[in-house]
């Protein structure tokens, strides 16, 4: 059994920062994919950026310029730096993770249980 457990979510005032933190806990031999999805209240929850083990990141486009996500493999920890925060940033934002419980295994997916940012004048 994996646990991610998320922090730094909270209220920031429009082009504000956060930085988000999940860490990944439990069976792990090692974690491939790493990200933070975020869902706004009636929409679909959607990709806000992910990183691979080695480093390759995807950030959706929305988020692109402002969002810079990394990650401490020592530490199985994923981070969201937010900059630049928009109203339409307000959303509960997920960790998600793809874990490997033992050598040559197949990846598990895992969620976290989600953090509220909320940006608002």
């Known amino acids: 059994q994996v646990q991610l457990v998320e922090s730094g979510g909270g209220l920031v005032q429009p082009g504000g920062s956060l930085r988000l933190s999940c860490a990944a806990s439990?069976?792990?031999?090692?974690?491939?994919?790493m990200g933070w999805y975020r869902q706004a209240p009636g929409k679909q929850r959607e990709l806000a950026a992910s990183i691979f083990r080695a480093g390759s990141i995807n950030y959706a486009d929305s988020v692109k310029g402002r969002f810079t996500i990394s990650r401490d493999n020592a530490k199985n920890t994923v981070y969201l730096q937010m900059n630049s925060l928009k109203a339409e940033d307000t959303a509960v934002y997920y960790c998600?993770?793809?874990?490997?419980?033992?050598?040559?295994?197949?990846?598990?997916?895992?969620w976290g249980q989600g953090t509220q940012v909320t940006i608002s004048s």
């Open positions: 998600n993770a793809d874990v490997i419980h033992s050598w040559g295994g197949d990846p598990t997916e895992y």
């Open positions: 439990g069976s792990i031999f090692a974690i491939s994919d």
